[in-house]
């Protein structure tokens, strides 16, 4: 017996345009096009995207980059893949406020002193994962950080990050003494909008050395990749953070 499937599919003529000369990315950009549809209720919770290779095709895009659109909107909160039902629009679009600051940013805000010491620095070609976050060609080249950040003395987190070569130059003095997010604002970045995820780890022999805490502590992990004006994903990082000394506050506005 066939099972039940729910809820109207999506029409595959949604009125979907895809810019090959934009340096927008195509995934991004079929993102944005599915967002505003379901945003401004062309496409009604519920609403199911039956058939990805048939809309892929439709909009004379690859396989990859449907499945990598559709996982955005799944992390964004706008659709959600069932067994059995497939893909499906869940609510219209909940607008979260979100400041891209860095934590040397929220550190001097908060009247607190960073200190930054650079563990890692590197400049060298990225390997296959590092390529597909930041949606980068093989063989390009991007910055390496892993830093270890200090308040009022005492080592808060441990911050690695990978940045795109093509958007800003980095040295170790210059991360010694500013925020990342400084530096590449200098250059001319506009910081549009980052995806972030947390989670809960406890500390290896490292962690717990540069940390100061005791082996197996609470830690906060992070992982954050943030786009430009222009959809570009600029830079990746995972975070650990103290339990003991740090906790993020997200405010939530229903529309």
């Known amino acids: 017996m066939a099972r039940r499937r729910e809820g109207p599919i999506i029409d595959t003529r949604l009125d979907i345009s895809i810019d090959r000369s934009s340096p927008v990315p195509l995934y991004h950009q079929v993102v944005t096009a599915?967002?505003?549809?379901?945003?401004?209720?062309?496409?009604?919770?519920?609403?199911?995207?039956?058939?990805?290779?048939?809309?892929?095709?439709?909009?004379?895009?690859?396989r990859p980059t449907m499945r990598k659109a559709m996982s955005e909107l799944v992390r964004q909160g706008l659709v959600v893949r069932k067994r059995g039902i497939g893909t499906q629009v869940i609510s219209n679009h909940m607008r979260?406020?979100?400041?891209?600051?860095?934590?040397?940013?929220?550190?001097?805000?908060?009247?607190?002193?960073?200190?930054?010491?650079?563990?890692?620095?590197?400049?060298?070609?990225?390997?296959?994962?590092?390529?597909?976050?930041?949606?980068?060609p093989e063989g390009a080249s991007v910055y390496y950080f892993k830093r270890l950040r200090f308040a009022d003395g005492r080592?808060?987190?441990?911050?690695?990050?990978?940045?795109?070569?093509?958007i800003a130059t980095f040295t170790e003095a210059e991360l010694i003494e500013g925020g990342m997010y400084h530096r590449m604002r200098l250059a001319g970045v506009t910081f549009k909008l980052a995806y972030q995820r947390m989670g809960a780890t406890v500390a290896k022999a490292e962690e717990s050395e540069?940390?100061?805490?005791?082996?197996g502590a609470p830690l906060i992990t992070m992982e954050r990749t943030t786009l430009d004006d222009m959809g570009r994903v600029v830079e990746a990082g995972t975070h650990l953070y103290r339990a003991d000394s740090y906790s993020f506050e997200v405010t939530l506005i229903q529309h």
């Open 34 to 62: 599915i967002e505003t549809a379901i945003r401004d209720g062309q496409l009604a919770p519920g609403t199911r995207i039956d058939n990805e290779v048939e809309f892929a095709n439709q909009l004379n895009v690859s």
């Open 96 to 136: 979260r406020p979100l400041e891209l600051s860095s934590l040397f940013d929220d550190l001097v805000r908060t009247g607190k002193k960073p200190k930054t010491q650079v563990l890692e620095f590197t400049h060298l070609p990225a390997e296959a994962d590092i390529l597909e976050t930041l949606g980068l």
């Open 155 to 166: 080592p808060l987190a441990i911050m690695r990050n990978w940045v795109r070569e093509d």
């Open 210 to 215: 540069l940390l100061e805490v005791e082996l």
